[in-house]
């Protein structure tokens, strides 16, 4: 499956431990993430991962893209709802094409595990 992580800079600690405890099964997939998520994460865990730009400078738009060209099967997007991000209208254009095209998209931890056990349970195998 193709994989794309995103983390807030106030979330970013939160991905990385998440992302850590499930490495054996996203090393199973292709990651994508944008920029300054994608660099901490492959420095954590040396997973291989795609990386866009970063969010405020166009990485969100490069996996909206993504979306709309259904290339993407899941999303792992940690947003911060308490911090303003001077990129907010490309953070809502991100999940609302996840929203468009069905795309599972797990915008917090509580979502993120349950996504992820799906995920190795295999129930978006013929979604
Ligand atoms: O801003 C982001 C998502 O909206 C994330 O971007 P970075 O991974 O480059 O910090």
Redesign the pocket.
Known sequence: MNIAL????EK?EELLKFVEEYKDEFARHQLF??????MKINELTDLPIHRF?????G??QEIGARIANQELDAVF?F?DPLTA?P?EP??SA?VRLGDVYNIPMATNIGSAKILIKGIIRGDLDHV
């Open positions: 995103i983390a807030h800079d970013k993430a944008t920029g300054t998520t994608g730009k970063s969010g405020p400078l990485g969100d997007f947003r991000q990129h490309d953070v991100l």
